[in-house]
């Protein structure tokens, strides 16, 4: 089993800046992604950004540009720096572990961009 615990959501106002941290515990030793999902009222999980233990990143196509992902493999976390927020960015973030063993999700942490 793989636990994920997330902080540093809040409210912050439109092209303000947040940064999401997750930190892994527990069967961490064949973890070999580590990302961030979103979800918004009324709409499916949606993947935001991920890296691979080797270094691959994805994000999506509308947080491009404006957000970064990063991984410390040492420490087992990863975290999510999110500039020039806009308001559909809102939504609960919820960090994700893929591992040989199955894929883990924290608890989610609320992001909510508003003026």
């Known amino acids: 089993q793989v636990q994920l615990v997330e902080s540093g959501g809040g409210l912050v106002q439109p092209g303000g800046s947040l940064r999401l941290s997750c930190a892994a515990s527990?069967?961490?030793?064949?973890?070999?992604?580590m990302g961030w999902y979103r979800q918004a009222p009324g709409k499916q999980r949606e993947l935001v950004a991920v890296?691979?233990?080797?270094?691959?990143?994805k994000l999506a196509d509308s947080v491009e540009g404006r957000f970064t992902i990063s991984r410390d493999n040492a420490k087992n976390t990863v975290a999510l720096q999110m500039n020039s927020l806009k308001p559909e960015d809102t939504a609960v973030y919820y960090c994700n572990a893929v591992s040989l063993r199955g894929n883990y999700w924290g608890q989610g942490t609320q992001v909510t961009v508003s003026s």
């Open positions: 890296r691979t233990s080797g270094g691959n990143t």
């Open positions: 527990g069967s961490i030793d064949s973890i070999y992604a």
